[in-house]
């Protein structure tokens, strides 16, 4: 899977938006977006995936930038629940073995809510 | 999406004892799942992935004999994790595919070995 970056940390307030960007430059044609979060001492959530166009969920929203090198998920109104890491995975969608393969997570974007 | 159930949630073990893991795919037949370790304060890290009826492929560094695997049906993989050691400590996470590409995961074992 290629490579992301995404900030260590962010802070947001609650009941506001929050903007959770990822740099993905050396994605490819068949790489999807994904994205997933992991609250305390729980596995990881599945949050939202996307190819090319933005995609909406009850959970977030996700923008995806015209030459696919970044994404940037929102939260529309963050909540102290939604405090968590956020990994963003490219994840190869392509027949030869998409999805087949296990998911490469980074460090992700610690996101902190403030009350 | 699938619900994948874990168990348990936290064990406590003796140093050179066993430990088994279940994970379980409730709604859907799970062909393939994987197991993850994630230290703490750290990402997680793939151990290795599992295949109903044959056997499992571990990720490099990691010790088949150790992490036993054993997926005998399409829904339920185990992981046992043998002779276990104070570092052996970590918090193992089960994923299975959805039906899409994303993935589930359970809820995670923190297992601790004194």
């Known amino acids: 899977d290629a490579k992301t970056t995404q900030p260590n940390s962010m802070e947001s307030n609650e009941e506001e938006p929050v903007h959770l960007p990822c740099n993905h430059s050396t994605i490819s044609g068949t790489d999807y977006i994904h994205w997933y979060r992991q609250l305390p001492s729980q596995g990881p959530e599945y949050v939202i995936h996307g190819l090319t166009s933005n995609v909406n969920n009850r959970m977030a929203s996700l923008a995806i930038a015209e030459d696919r090198k970044s994404s940037t998920l929102i939260l529309h109104r963050a909540t102290l629940r939604d405090a968590a890491v956020y990994y963003c995975?490219?994840?190869?969608?392509?027949?030869?073995?998409?999805?087949?393969?296990?998911?490469?997570f980074g460090k992700g974007t610690h996101l902190i809510i403030q009350p | 999406g699938a619900v994948v159930s874990q168990h348990p949630s936290w064990v406590i073990c003796k140093s050179g004892t066993s430990v088994k893991i279940e994970c379980r795919s409730l709604d859907f037949q799970a062909t393939t799942m994987f197991w993850y370790r994630q230290f703490p304060k750290q990402s997680l890290m793939l151990m290795a992935t599992?295949?109903?009826?044959?056997?499992?492929?571990?990720e490099q560094g990691v010790e088949k004999d150790k992490f036993l695997i054993n997926h005998a049906s399409l829904t339920l993989s185990t992981l046992t994790v043998t002779s276990a050691h104070p570092e052996d400590s970590s918090f193992y996470i089960c994923s299975t595919r959805g039906r899409d590409t994303e993935a589930f995961f359970g809820q995670g074992t923190r297992l601790t070995v004194v």
């Open positions: 599992s295949n109903e009826g044959s056997k499992a492929t571990y």
């Open positions: 995975i490219l994840r190869d969608g392509s027949g030869s073995g998409g999805g087949a393969d296990g998911l490469t």
